[in-house]
């Protein structure tokens, strides 16, 4: 059964940081990209940042320079650490999962979500 648990959202005065943790379970049998997306009240959900199993990361530019995307070493968990924090990051956080199998095929899965809010 395939899991993707989130923490570490919360609420974070304008300029402090938090870190995201995605600990991911039962996602085997492909090449996975890894990542974390963002949906504001109002406003469609939109990339934040992925990384594959390769390494390769892909920012979005609002968060370049202040958000950082790491895992551990079974590639298990992924970390979102968020500095400089601005208010226009307030949002529901999701974990992502892209995993192109190696057989045929691709699968999407998607965390609960975790709210993000910083005040100025």
């Known amino acids: 059964q395939v899991r993707l648990v989130e923490s570490g959202g919360g609420l974070v005065q304008a300029g402090g940081s938090l870190r995201l943790s995605c600990a991911a379970s039962?996602?085997?049998?492909?090449?996975?990209?890894t990542g974390w997306y963002r949906q504001a009240p109002g406003k469609q959900r939109e990339l934040v940042v992925t990384?594959?199993?390769?390494?390769?990361?892909n920012y979005a530019d609002s968060v370049k320079g202040r958000f950082t995307i790491s895992r551990d070493n079974a590639f298990s968990t992924v970390y979102l650490q968020m500095n400089s924090l601005k208010s226009e990051d307030t949002a529901v956080y999701y974990c992502?999962?892209?995993?192109?199998?190696?057989?045929?095929?691709?699968?999407?899965?998607w965390g609960q979500g975790t709210q993000v809010t910083v005040s100025s």
């Open positions: 992502y999962v892209f995993l192109k199998l190696y057989v045929d095929g691709t699968r999407s899965y």
């Open positions: 039962g996602i085997i049998g492909g090449i996975k990209t």
């Open positions: 990384i594959t199993d390769g390494g390769i990361t």
